[in-house]
């Protein structure tokens, strides 16, 4: 079956740094994979698309690469703030499966001041 | 726009109860989806709507019931809860083609059945 593997730890990062959250999947070749951002108390909000044959995307600060040989995603934040502090979330097309969504548990952020 | 909407946001249940949860989305998505959220479990998917008048299976849809009531509202039942049952609950809607598959979420349910 599909399975996303996520950092279960959380990761502790200096302001102003960039933060690397780790997305590895197995089982399937998904045609495109999703980052969310997850506040406490709060429902997930989608922040980047990467499809199969794209090997990077970038938005403001935010930079995404998807390796479908490694079958690995890396997110990372640059000149991170406190305010990126969140959980992260990785999210692949169950496979032949319409739009319905297989997330991994998260990764916890912290950037501290 | 106020997106999806869930009521209610949280609800204490005794073993055995029932509940429907509610979610209403305005944008005009056809699908629909009800996941769980559980810590260190990532969010798993209940059941689906891929559009108005059907529903399918998710990961985890045992003791749960669905009814797509129209294009803008899922609804989730709890037939009679279980302790097991205790989770949040997230609704979410997304449109099918023309590039956009991202996924819009509500707020949450927070469940607890005692």
């Known amino acids: 079956s599909q399975k996303i593997e996520q950092n279960s730890e959380a990761l502790n990062i200096q302001e102003g740094k960039t933060a690397t959250l780790t997305c590895n999947y197995t089982?399937?070749?998904?045609?495109?994979l999703q980052w969310y951002r997850q506040d406490p108390g709060r429902g997930p909000v989608f922040l980047l698309l990467?499809?199969?044959?794209?090997k990077e995307k970038r938005k403001e600060r935010l930079k995404v690469t998807f390796d479908t040989t490694l079958k690995q995603s890396l997110f990372h934040i640059t000149a991170s703030q406190p305010a990126d502090s969140a959980t992260y979330l990785c999210?692949?097309?169950?496979?032949?499966?319409?739009?319905?969504?297989?997330f991994g548990a998260g990764t916890r952020l912290a950037v501290h001041p | 726009n106020a997106g999806v909407t869930q009521t209610p946001k949280f609800q204490v249940l005794k073993t055995g109860q029932s509940m429907t949860l509610q979610c209403a989305q305005d944008?005009?998505?056809?699908?629909m989806y009800w996941y769980r959220q559980d810590p260190g479990m990532g969010l798993r998917l209940i059941y689906y709507?891929?559009?108005?008048?059907?529903?399918d299976k998710g990961e985890v849809p045992n003791g749960y019931n669905v009814s797509r009531l129209n294009k803008r509202e899922f609804s989730l039942r709890l037939e009679s809860a279980a302790p097991s049952q205790t989770s949040v609950y997230f609704c979410?809607?997304?449109?099918?083609?023309?590039?956009?598959?991202?996924?819009?979420f509500g707020q949450g349910t927070r469940l607890t059945v005692v």
């Open positions: 979410a809607s997304s449109e099918v083609g023309g590039g956009h598959t991202e996924a819009f």
């Open positions: 089982n399937y070749s998904p045609a495109y």
């Open positions: 990467i499809r199969e044959n794209e």
């Open positions: 999210a692949l097309p169950f496979s032949g499966g319409y739009n319905k969504l297989i």
């Open positions: 944008m005009n998505h056809n699908s």
């Open positions: 709507s891929a559009s108005e008048g059907t529903t």
